[in-house]
């Protein structure tokens, strides 16, 4: 049986202030899953006061991974992300970790928040497609994140869906 292989992309959100700490974190997750291939832009994450626990002013970034990973394994890639999280500071986390898969058609993003438009995987961890890839544009739902309805993200989760489909290509 064929699984479906996936670009591995993560976002991290940190203090804007602190660069430091987001080197630390890349620097964690490249021991995971390699050096990180691709970047976003740093984004300020205004859109909500959500993670205000980490810090009142935050960035977003997001990056890509080299090669194709089994898509079924996000509840693991999840699970890895917390793990660093809580080793970023003690008591709460200085850092969030948001990882997920990119296909030809989605972006899929892990939670370990159920509500009624995720779908539970295992150990706590469900999965949300959190925009639609569709007639060339990237789409948001009803209860897409504010800042993934803006748009800011599009041509980094492009640049990534490109490198997925000749990715594909290579290993058909």
Known sequence: MNFPKVKLITGILYPSDNENLLNWAISELAKIWG?????????????TNYYDEISPNLNRIFMSFPGLFYAGDLAKWKHQAIEIESRSRENIRAVNI???????????LASTKDHAHRIYLRDGIFAEVTLRYRFKNWQSFDYTFPDFQSRCYDDFLSKVRKLWLKEIKEVS
Do not use: N, T
Request: proline share 12%; charged share 25%.
């Open 35 to 47: 050096h990180p291939e691709l970047f976003s832009q740093s984004v300020p994450f205004d859109k």
């Open 98 to 108: 948001d990882p997920g898969y990119i296909d030809g058609a989605r972006l899929i």
